[in-house]
């Protein structure tokens, strides 16, 4: 069967005016995401459901009342700016000269699959937890833009991420949400003879179904499975309820159906993907699924792991041997003993895929099994390429360290998702219309020069403004509900004002990020944020997975110091921390400081979002950071050194810390303004900022490398592949 004969179609629930009836469609792609104006369309017709629905368009036209629909199709500006949008919208869908097109146009019968267990696309579709969620959300947007043929696969988490909420004594409660694909741009697939659309995987013996869940992001579709159907018993169902259990036997469930049940969904949907990228290791089965099929077709096993050596691709992002995901052998056996039979392998030999000598044992490991079956594995900074190389020299023994096969491609983010729409509009009057079109191209980026120092520093002023405004909203809500503790009003930001210079601190509360570097000395700190001639602000958020103690015990810390009467209310936590609040932080602040440990960083992507925005990096010399550094271009934190006592680490980093908060940021910030009340040399520093980093840092710089360094010569090897059919095939 071919996708053509299942029922695909845009359920068309709203009854819309027919003048506006296209916002359906729109509501239903994605494409909105990184489209500030067509947001801007639902906003206008009723802002107050608006910001209920959570910017969610579908939920939006479901709950909006027909008044204010009619009352937009008699508002001639709306109608302009609506008929602007539609156009824009079906000219992007039915290009049919994109990037990819022009420049490889005997590929474009090629496909990439791209697995990925979470998706972080939109603050409205909760099924992302950090960054590696929003970094695959970024990738497939990129794809579209360029016009790479590209499908994306992972869950639909029915409870989606956790929604936080900080009591008063600084402790971290959970509440799980629930998903109604009603309400979301998200289509259920549907069998051509009626019910789900459904593709099934045997778990330890019992057959696990799950449906298939379809967004369409731009051009680019993002196939989702869910467990949640009738046919499965009640254990099953909420399989795929939530994202990092630290159940074993739910997660390796999850990673099965993620890469066995993945690719078995896209060959029922008819694709035959010639490239398979493994976003982290949790869909590393897939390579299993691909030698039982090569082996089913008569190839030789060794034959069938060669063929998907040469078309597989791994990405890996932990840097800590702890962080990757492994599976006890006796719970292989449990879940691949049929395999073993059926690849006629013996156990030794399946186990020997993934084999992980740690000191208490044997495990089969997921980035094992990628590394060994991918031909181009790849790090996601220099400096992580490195410590990657190290970490799995044990692989390749006989190899030197730098010869280890595993190559690195830097993060990059989304510049149209992640860019204010203030800057958007600067920027077409600067650099031209069509300056998207060139964002990683360094040349364009020289002419940001021409922008005189007030526009900037008003888009400046505006984006801080929004954040402060949107803080204080929030605590007011809070507030009233009678639920807050007038403390916690304070802790949740109404003391801010937008004059003073603010700093964000925003990221998983993990250990190694050190969220109370700042916090050493806390006498100093106070000190530094309450001087009257020169105020300071910093902005924490983030959530400490709700399984881990000591994140929860950090945040606490920090909610202490935020506590203390004696900060003014100039240190604020946000709860909740997700990508509505990340997108008003990195546009909002003026400095955006990140404190990893060295080297555990593999690379951050919040300081790329925040240099998007002309918000100046204050960072350790890890990850991104490493290399977007020039010492022009924001500020470093402690030295690029190796320490092996993390306590002394700690000590310099947070006096280096402190010193350049004191003597350099602090005074530029204030100092250095004329008549005009315009602080010239912190601008100076934005616009270096802005020119060296956007360009470098966007999706569109990386996603092009991932093509030229892995995409590519997949796609050529499939190429050959296919005119020199195998000996096994022949024999069979
Ligand atoms: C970008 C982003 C992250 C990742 O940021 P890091 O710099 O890697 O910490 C995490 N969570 C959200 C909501 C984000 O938008």
Not at 85 to 108: C, G, H, S
Not at 466 to 482: D, M, N, P
Not at 597 to 604: D, F, K, L
């Amino acid at each position: 069967m071919d996708m053509s004969s299942f029922v695909r179609e845009t359920p068309n629930h709203f009854s819309l005016p027919r003048r506006i009836a296209r916002l359906g469609d729109l509501a239903y792609n994605l494409w909105w995401a990184w489209n500030p104006e067509a947001l801007r369309l639902f906003a206008r017709i009723d802002r107050t459901l608006w910001e209920q629905v959570y910017h969610n368009p579908v939920a939006f036209l479901r709950r909006v009342e027909r008044r204010h629909l009619n009352a937009a199709t008699n508002d001639r500006y709306f109608l302009e700016s609506y008929d602007a949008v539609i156009y824009a919208f079906d000219q992007y869908m039915n290009e049919e000269n994109t990037w990819f097109k022009r420049n490889y146009p005997q590929l474009t019968n090629q496909q990439i699959a791209y697995f990925s267990f979470e998706f972080g696309l939109h603050e409205s579709l909760p099924v992302y937890a950090g960054g590696l969620g929003v970094l695959a959300g970024d990738h497939l947007k990129e794809a579209s833009d360029l016009g790479l043929p590209l499908a994306g696969v992972g869950f639909y988490y029915t409870q989606g991420y956790f929604s936080q909420r900080i009591t008063e004594d600084g402790w971290q409660e959970t509440r799980n949400l629930y998903l109604n694909y009603e309400e979301l741009p998200v289509v259920p697939l549907v069998h051509p003879e009626g019910g789900p659309l459904m593709v099934s995987v045997t778990l330890a013996g019992r057959k696990v179904f799950a449906r298939i869940l379809q967004i369409q992001v731009g051009r680019v579709p993002l196939f989702l499975l869910d467990t949640d159907v009738e046919s499965n018993t009640l254990a099953d169902r909420s399989l795929t309820a939530r994202l990092y259990t630290s159940d074993q036997e739910v997660r390796i469930s999850q990673e099965i159906l993620l890469g066995i049940g993945g690719l078995r969904a896209l060959r029922l949907l008819g694709y035959s993907p010639t490239v398979w990228h493994m976003n982290e290791g949790h869909s590393a089965f897939l390579t299993i699924q691909r030698l039982r099929e090569y082996v089913a077709q008569g190839f030789s096993l060794e034959e069938a792991k060669e063929r998907i050596r040469k078309t597989n691709i791994f990405t890996t992002h932990t840097p800590v041997p702890a962080g990757n995901d492994e599976f006890p052998l006796w719970m292989m056996d449990k879940y691949f003993s049929h395999v073993y039979n059926e690849l006629k392998m013996d156990r030794d030999l399946f186990i020997d895929l993934g084999r992980n000598m740690q000191e208490w044992g044997e495990t089969f490991s997921m980035p094992v099994l990628a590394l060994r079956l991918s031909e181009k594995c790849n790090a996601v900074s220099e400096l992580h390429g490195r410590v990657s190389r190290r970490m799995w020299h044990k692989l390749w023994a006989d190899k030197k360290e730098n010869d280890i096969p595993i190559f690195h491609i830097t993060n990059g983010v989304h510049v149209g998702t992640w860019m204010a729409r203030r800057w958007r509009l600067l920027f077409e009057r600067y650099l031209g219309m069509d300056w998207m079109d060139n964002l990683d191209d360094p040349e364009m980026w020289m002419m940001i020069d021409s922008i005189p120092d007030a526009e900037i520093w008003a888009v400046r002023r505006h984006l801080k403004n929004k954040l402060v405004h949107y803080a204080i909203e929030r605590a007011r809500r809070h507030w009233v509900t009678g639920e807050a503790h007038p403390v916690q009003v304070v802790a949740g930001g109404v003391l801010l004002e937008p004059y003073s210079l603010t700093i964000g601190f925003a990221r998983r509360f993990a250990t190694y990020k050190r969220a109370n570097l700042i916090m050493r000395d806390v006498d100093r700190l106070i000190r530094i944020i309450t001087n009257a001639d020169m105020p300071v602000q910093i902005i924490f958020a983030g959530k400490a997975h709700p399984a881990d103690e000591p994140g929860k015990l950090l945040i606490q810390q920090v909610y202490r110091a935020v506590k203390d009467s004696r900060a003014g209310g100039r240190l604020v936590f946000l709860e909740d921390y997700d990508m509505n609040l990340a997108r008003l932080l990195v546009q909002g602040v003026d400095v955006w400081m990140n404190t990893p440990r060295r080297p555990n960083e593999a690379s951050g992507t919040s300081g790329m979002k925040a240099a998007m925005n002309g918000v100046l990096n204050f960072s350790v010399l890890d990850g991104w950071w490493r290399e977007g550094f020039n010492g022009k271009n924001g500020w470093a934190i402690g030295e690029e050194k190796d320490y092996t006592d993390p306590n002394e680490q700690d000590e310099r980093d947070a006096q280096s810390l402190y010193a350049t908060l004191e003597n350099e940021i602090i005074p530029l910030y204030y100092g250095s303004r004329a008549g005009d009340d315009i602080p010239h040399a912190w601008i100076e520093r934005i616009k270096e900022s802005m020119r060296t980093l956007i360009p470098q840092f966007s999706t569109r710089r990386m996603l092009k490398e991932y093509l030229q360094q892995a995409y590519l010569p997949a796609m050529e090897a499939a190429v050959q592949m296919e005119a020199l059919p195998g000996e096994g095939k022949r024999s069979n």
